[in-house]
């Protein structure tokens, strides 16, 4: 293929997010300094790549020239001196012959250096994929005049979940990762594996599944030359969980057709089902000859799959009963073993996702078990110990950075550094779940600053780290293009590169990245103060709010919400729990504290203004006053409660405190002053992170209602006062309890 045709296919198929001085002159989306340096003479001309280079090389090289504002008549093939050559750019790898010694020697792992003399540069790669890492982060290196420069990597392992809209190649240059998870399909008919189960599907369905098989595996087999070209591996992601009955509805009633023993029998009132059960040999022929399927088709590098809340072996018949498989641990031991059979023998690889998050708990008539959760649960490591301990050490382990995935800046893995001697993958699962969707600003930099770190002293250089780009239940969402979040995205490579990347460093690169000069220092800072007032907002005292940053609809939602976090045991936050006015009063200088520290952020928007394109600012004044708008409510509605918790403790005691009245009708008037502010757009508008105008989004912004909890809060805390005070003694401007609330169901919300 010609570098031209590439390139138009990249263009025709999909975001760039690789700016070029040109093209973000021409739309007006950068200040001055961008103009200028698109008319000043160029300083690189050309782009040498040795002949017959690697795929990897060839695209480090058509970024490079996209960023120089080159034609791809610029990239020229070497013949095999390293000469630096004035206003070039030579791409080499540090195998090849006639290579500086100490450019190549200083090159660890799949890093590479630089070497800049006589106006031109050396890129030395120790692999092709390493002029990819090269060419995504031009920043470090493209101005250097003289001297050389090593760029070599903290762990050994860095893995992204693939983001269909860009290129492989364009990925593993922003994120410098060499690991991939993506969704190869795989239409699973168990036509050759087990003949039997196929004769029972009806011949809709075996038509079906085979005609899907043939174009799976023609869409697998592009995406997989996809990350190979760019020199990394990939691994397909198998379904979800382990509950049979979810990965395939039609298989698993043949499969019981076949073999009505396999069938789980639940424990009674448990959140998690038993689809099959473990203890007959049955199941494991099946799940074998399905991820032994899904690896086939696929034809990656390697399987990934993951465990949590979706136990469908949790089976509590005789059998299980009886040998101890009726336990997540021995479960989660025999299912990885059977996994690990499935994949070796075709030699490839087992990542292993473990995860805790949540508290046990009741979810109406069904207990929530959140093993690995400790207090009241096993421990993290309990849960695991059986396959850290008896499953092969080769099978890579990942586990999240978070200990609760309920907050934002939760405590540190308590399982992190306890995996060996399977290689540990720390993960950041950068959705903006618990910081508002990614609809707000909300910067986790400083979070990831130190964790990381953390992370590498407990798990070793020869570990990994990994990182899911996205935005949890939206839709046409891309945070790579997010003028706001991609920061990030963007700390998250610095510092997987560099542990020691200095956090407001990694603020100010970025912004000079994505803005003016002038704008850059204040949309740097902006985004800095966004990552304190995201954590006061959505972590009230430390503890819980929803994992999907919405509204609760009711107390006891709330209260469960407050438990969905593992700090409310720790005696420096239980304390935060006890119904007391100090408490009231932390609360209320926290949620002060947090809008304050918006209004700090519009004060940064506002100094920047001047200096930002009318897109920009139309986008994030938008999305600042989205997060406001919420913020009031959130705050309104944290404070409330710590009232209402008082209120009720002091109705256990036989009195009351009327002086709450007063700050509970002023609540209620912000809230339902506030709820019809959220989430105001103009249908038309478009931002940089949606590749439709708001108006045209699947799933439209939306965090819920404050209404009803707010209304529950005060009519239940106005109860309790009564209870002692009697229906005359509470002064009548504040009572509210007689309002009609009209909360929109969902289907009107969607018609709004
Ligand atoms: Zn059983």
Redesign the pocket.
Known sequence: MTIESTSLFSTLTRRSFLKTASSVAAAGALGDSLDLLAQAAPKFTAILVPAGAHPAVRSAAEMLAKKLGLSAEAIHESVGTDELIKGMISLVLKDAKAVNATLASSITRDGYAVLAENGGLIVCGARPRSLLFAAGETHHWLERAQGFWARNPEFAMRFASHHADHSVAEQVAILGANSFISQLHASVSLKDEMPEVYAKLSPAVQQRLSAAESDDMMRNRALVKEFHDADVEVFADLPYGNNFSRWSEDLYNAFLAVYPSAK??PEEHSWER?AL????PATWKLFEAYVRECARQSQADGVACTFWDQFGIF???E??QKNG??QFKNELQVAITHYYAAVQPMGKKLHLRTWSSGCPHWLGADYVHAPGYSNFSQSHYELWSRVINETPKEILIQTKVYHSDCEPDPRFSTLLGHCKPHPEIVEYQMVGQTIGRHYFPAATVAYTAWTMKKAHELIGADGGAEITPGGTNQSNYDMYADLLNSVDIFAWRELTWNLNANVAQIYSDWAAQMYSPQAAPHMAKAMLLSEEAANLCWSPLGHGSSTNSDFANDIERRETLLRYTNRYYLPEYAKFLEPTKENIARIVAEKQKCLAGIDAMFAELEAAKPHLSEAQVAEIATRFDWFREFAICNTALDVSLWRFRYLRAQAAMLTTDPAEVKPLAEAFDAVTQHAPKLFHYDPAQKFTCYDVPLGQLRTKPNLGSPLRLMHEIYTKSLAFMEASTGPDYLPKEFIRAEVEINIPTESERQRM
């Open positions: 789980g029998v038993a059960c473990p203890s007959d089976c509590h018949d059998r299980c498989l009726d």
